[in-house]
């Protein structure tokens, strides 16, 4: 019996450290879709016509970050063919690590902080002049990345701009690019189908909030979720996709003619997913690394109202989503405890199963060798 101990504290150590991971989805210039630290590993799933038939390429390769960090998020910068990655890696949170998309080498930019908070923050990286936005805490700030596609060797500040018109109670920004605009969802007061933007140019909070109606009637809920904007062949985002937390539909939303149009929403319901966009597709990682696609096409609400979201089988082939995870959820012995740590390690307080947050594939493998030892300590 000497041994459960031993075995217990082994897996809620395992479990508690491969509840971190969190892996992402970008894409290159050229709409490749690329997938970074699922499995533990950094994919090339090529682009669109190769997903349900290909198989991605192992793009792993050395000073990549380990994607071992809750929140890792990641931004295409079109014009430079880059991808960056915040909070990619645990032992430095502030740095931001950039992907050569075309070299197929990673660096590390260092960024000084000040009372940006790396760990609590909503960001868009703004098209045309490569400068993100973030809003943490009360304050919105900006870091220009120039026109970097590795990292300079002097550290980058994350600017102070103002403190956000927001009420407090606005903990959880929704935040999405389009028009060199960023459109706030779910700011309090403001009703569903509004958005409240700041102009990045001007640097200004527009005073009123825009509205974005449905011709159907159904424009967008005023709750929280995730967005990506869809990308042009050239030119700045003019449209991008809210799905809220519950995933009961797609929203697109147009800043050209001030439209919503609503779609299926994805068929994993997970509201730990997160979401990017090329011009044609809107691809989602859910919590388990599972991949899926929605094809858009922009301008043809008839097309995307037909549209299926899709397994990427490229991926799933080569880094397969555990189905582990589910035996281990399943299961009696040990696998409680670890489900627990997962979800309040990575909790966004939001709503529907936190649990491991994007974790994926990693916590997957954790809640696996979760249940085996805790089964064994039951036996013991
Ligand atoms: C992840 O982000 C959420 C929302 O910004 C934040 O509340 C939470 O503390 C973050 N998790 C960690 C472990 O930093
Ligand atoms: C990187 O360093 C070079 C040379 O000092 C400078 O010209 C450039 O502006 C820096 N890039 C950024 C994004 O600050
Ligand atoms: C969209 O709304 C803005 C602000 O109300 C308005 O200035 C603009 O003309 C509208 N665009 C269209 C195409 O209706
Ligand atoms: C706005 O433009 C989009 C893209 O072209 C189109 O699908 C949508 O029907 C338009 N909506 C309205 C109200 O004009
Ligand atoms: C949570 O996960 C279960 C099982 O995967 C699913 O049936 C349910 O719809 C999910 N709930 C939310 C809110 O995502």
Request: aromatic share 12%; hydrophobic share 40%; net charge negative.
């Given at each position: 019996?000497?041994?459960l101990?031993?075995l217990?504290?082994?897996?809620?150590?395992?479990?508690?450290k491969?509840?971190q991971?969190?892996?992402?989805?970008?894409f290159?210039?050229n709409?490749?879709?690329?997938?970074f630290g699922?499995?533990?590993?950094d994919w090339n799933?090529g682009?669109?016509?190769s997903?349900s038939?290909?198989?991605?390429t192992?793009i792993?390769?050395?000073?990549?970050?380990?994607?071992?960090a809750?929140?890792?998020?990641c931004?295409l910068?079109?014009?430079?063919n880059?991808?960056?990655v915040?909070?990619?890696?645990?032992s430095?949170?502030?740095?931001?690590y950039i992907y050569?998309?075309a070299?197929?080498?990673?660096s590390?930019?260092?960024?000084?902080?000040?009372?940006?908070?790396p760990s609590?923050?909503?960001?868009?990286?703004d098209?045309?002049?490569?400068v993100?936005?973030a809003?943490?805490?009360?304050d919105?700030?900006?870091?220009?990345m120039?026109?970097?596609?590795?990292?300079n060797?002097?550290?980058?500040?994350?600017?102070?701009?103002e403190?956000?018109?927001?009420?407090?109670?606005?903990?959880a920004?929704?935040?999405?690019?389009?028009?060199?605009h960023?459109?706030?969802?779910?700011?309090?007061n403001?009703?569903?189908?509004?958005?409240?933007?700041?102009?990045?140019?001007?640097s200004?909070?527009?005073?009123?909030?825009?509205?974005?109606?449905?011709?159907?009637?159904?424009?967008f809920?005023?709750?929280?979720?995730?967005?990506?904007?869809?990308?042009?062949?050239?030119g700045v985002q003019?449209?991008?996709a809210?799905?809220?937390d519950?995933?009961?539909?797609?929203?697109?939303?147009?800043?050209?003619?001030?439209?919503?149009?609503?779609?299926?929403?994805?068929?994993?319901?997970d509201a730990g997913?997160v979401?990017?966009?090329?011009?044609?597709?809107l691809?989602?990682?859910?919590?388990s690394?599972?991949l899926?696609?929605?094809?858009?096409t922009e301008g043809?609400?008839?097309a995307?109202?037909?549209?299926?979201w899709?397994?990427?089988?490229a991926v799933?082939?080569?880094?397969?989503?555990?189905?582990a995870?589910?035996?281990?959820?399943?299961g009696h012995?040990?696998?409680?405890s670890?489900?627990?740590?997962?979800?309040?390690?990575?909790?966004t307080?939001?709503?529907?199963?936190?649990?491991g947050?994007?974790?994926?594939?990693?916590?997957?493998?954790?809640?696996?060798?979760?249940?085996?030892l805790g089964?064994?300590g039951?036996?013991?």
């Open positions: 019996m000497f041994r101990p031993t217990v504290s082994l897996f809620a150590l395992a479990a508690a491969l509840a991971a969190t892996p992402c989805v970008s290159d210039a709409f490749n879709l690329l997938v699922l499995d533990g590993k799933a682009t669109q016509d997903w038939s290909g198989s991605a192992d792993t390769t050395s000073g990549r970050p380990s994607f071992d809750p929140n890792t998020t931004y910068s079109q014009y430079y880059a991808v960056y915040m909070n990619g890696d645990s430095d949170k502030s740095a931001v050569d998309a070299k197929k080498s990673w590390t930019q260092s960024v000084t902080t000040g009372k940006f908070d609590n923050f909503v960001a868009v990286l098209h045309d002049t490569n993100f936005y809003i943490s805490g009360t919105l700030y900006f870091l220009n120039g026109s970097e596609t590795t990292a060797s002097s550290a980058l500040s994350w600017v102070d701009v403190t956000d018109p927001f009420p407090s109670s606005y903990t920004p929704v935040a999405a690019l389009a028009q060199n960023i459109h706030f969802l779910d700011v309090p403001v009703p569903a189908g509004e958005a409240k933007i700041f102009v990045i140019h001007f200004y909070f527009q005073p009123d909030a825009q509205s974005y109606p449905a011709s159907s009637g159904n424009s809920p005023a709750a929280h979720g995730k967005t990506a904007s869809f990308f042009q062949s050239e003019q449209e991008f809210f799905i809220p519950d995933g009961s539909a797609t929203y697109v939303i147009n800043v050209e003619n001030n439209s919503t149009t609503s779609y299926a929403g994805p068929t994993s319901k997913s979401y990017a966009a090329s011009i044609s597709a691809v989602q990682l859910d919590s690394g599972n899926y696609f929605f094809p858009y043809d609400a008839s995307n109202t037909a549209a299926a899709t397994k990427v089988q799933s082939k080569v880094a397969p989503a555990s189905s995870a589910a035996s281990a959820t399943g012995s040990g696998s409680g670890a489900t627990g740590s997962a979800g309040s390690s990575s909790s307080g939001t709503s529907g199963n936190t649990s947050a994007p974790a994926a594939v990693k916590v997957s493998r954790g809640l696996a060798a979760a249940g085996v089964i064994v039951y036996l013991l």
